[in-house]
């Protein structure tokens, strides 16, 4: 029947994220809205649906890559509950540029049960100190804030995609 849960329907994209009465608790996930940096927490069979950020409305997930600064890095990869992928990279770098729109592909495809981010290491020099980055591009896998895998080089869309799947069981 349309409109009963599990059976095929599916909110509109946007969709509110508060509980209504009688709704059972969820479990849900803390997600860093790409936008503002505040912490949200969306129900996780809400991930796909479009969410949206209480605070400033903007998409949660945008199928892009968030540009993170030595500012808003420890929020975005220390507080969310999903794995965040960050590619680290400089403007000069001619590997770097030939893989970002792979790299922009394997977040499309792989958004929302994973945040993809990227880190200038030439604006930035802090963070790729602080995470002993040698070369670039360098890819690494944080979850709950603590590095679990690395990668260096230039990647297609579907080795990123399988590594990353890799590491998210």
């Not at 009963?4 to 803390?30: F, Y």
């Not at 790729?128 to 890819?139: C, D, E, F, M, V």
Request: proline share 9%.
């Amino acid at each position: 029947a349309q409109g009963v849960a599990g059976q095929g329907h599916r909110p509109h994209a946007g969709v509110s994220l508060s509980r209504q009465p009688g709704e059972p608790m969820s479990s849900s996930s803390k997600v860093v809205c790409p936008q503002c940096d505040a912490l949200v927490g969306v129900p996780a069979e809400r991930l796909a649906d479009g969410p949206r950020c209480p605070r400033c409305h903007e998409p949660l997930f945008r199928g892009h890559p968030v540009e993170l600064s030595s500012g808003n890095f420890d929020q975005h990869v220390g507080k969310s509950d999903l794995p965040v992928v960050v590619g680290f990279w400089a403007p000069w770098c001619g590997p770097c540029r030939m893989m970002a729109p792979e790299y922009e592909k394997a977040c499309a495809l792989l958004e929302p049960h994973a945040r993809f981010v990227k880190v200038d290491t030439e604006a930035h020099q802090d963070l790729g100190a602080k995470h002993n980055i040698r070369s670039i591009p360098t890819l690494a896998i944080f979850k709950g804030g603590k590095e679990v895998s690395r990668i260096s080089g230039a990647r297609s869309a579907s080795d990123l995609a399988k590594w990353v799947r890799s590491e998210m069981t």
